[in-house]
């Protein structure tokens, strides 16, 4: 019996001990981490590409509009989405981030392989990333959900209106790449869809895309929403917010 007794606690000694390893290691090496908010298009971005390349990573909601110190320290522009390596560095920006995950995890390419592919890939991010976030997210997910978060009072009816509008010519662009082309930039599935996707998901939350008006954009859109790498962001609730029934659905 003594014998027994000693035993346990010497095996008891010694998973204490790996546990505490662990523990220092972990300190020392966090998890990635990805700084980024419920519909923040940009941080989607990012998310989708951790989720093509398998990446292991976790998240980490930042409300910008508390302008967090620490949060600050690791981007003073104060804007998400931010990821911080194991290693402790934070890098910024959708786009640098995106180019520098494809750089340190090459499979699947998403960039396109040629100057003349990435050039055409880059342009419809800076189209998707800034066009469209000013003309359709802003003036849609910016007016009815974050303007309450910053506390600047209740949506803009002419603004949500031009969002509205906006979004038609950014559909009818969809149509015509993908009637002349398999995906947004070419015969690849590139980081160009996975910036329109993002985009696109954050403003279907709001049941605020013309699907029916749209077939080909929303055939291209029922291509990406089905990619594995996708369905985790369609599982994010916002707080007191619901999404339309065919938000999720994969068959819309
Ligand atoms: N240039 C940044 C822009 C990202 C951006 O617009 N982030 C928004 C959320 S999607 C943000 O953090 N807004 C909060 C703020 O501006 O304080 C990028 O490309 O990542």
Known sequence: M???VGAAKKVTAAIFGVYLRLRKLMYKFPMR???HNWLSPHSRKVRIVLGEKKLDFELEVEKTWERREKFLRLNPAGEIPVL???GGAAISGAQVI???LDEIAVDPPL???GPMERAEVRRLCQWFDQKFDREVTNNLVG???LKRFWGKGSPDSNLVRAGKANIKMHLDYIGYLVERRTWLAGDQFTLADIAAGAQLSCVDYLG??????????KDWYARIKSRPSFRPLLG???AGVKPPAHYTDLDF
């Open 208 to 217: 605020d895309v013309p699907w029916a008006d749209y077939p080909v954009a």
């Open 111 to 113: 960039l396109g392989s």
């Open 84 to 86: 911080v390596e194991t």
């Open 143 to 145: 007016e009815k959900v």
């Open 2 to 4: 003594m014998v027994f």
């Open 33 to 35: 981490t990805l700084y």
């Open 236 to 238: 994010d609730l916002l």
């Open 98 to 100: 995106c180019e520098y």
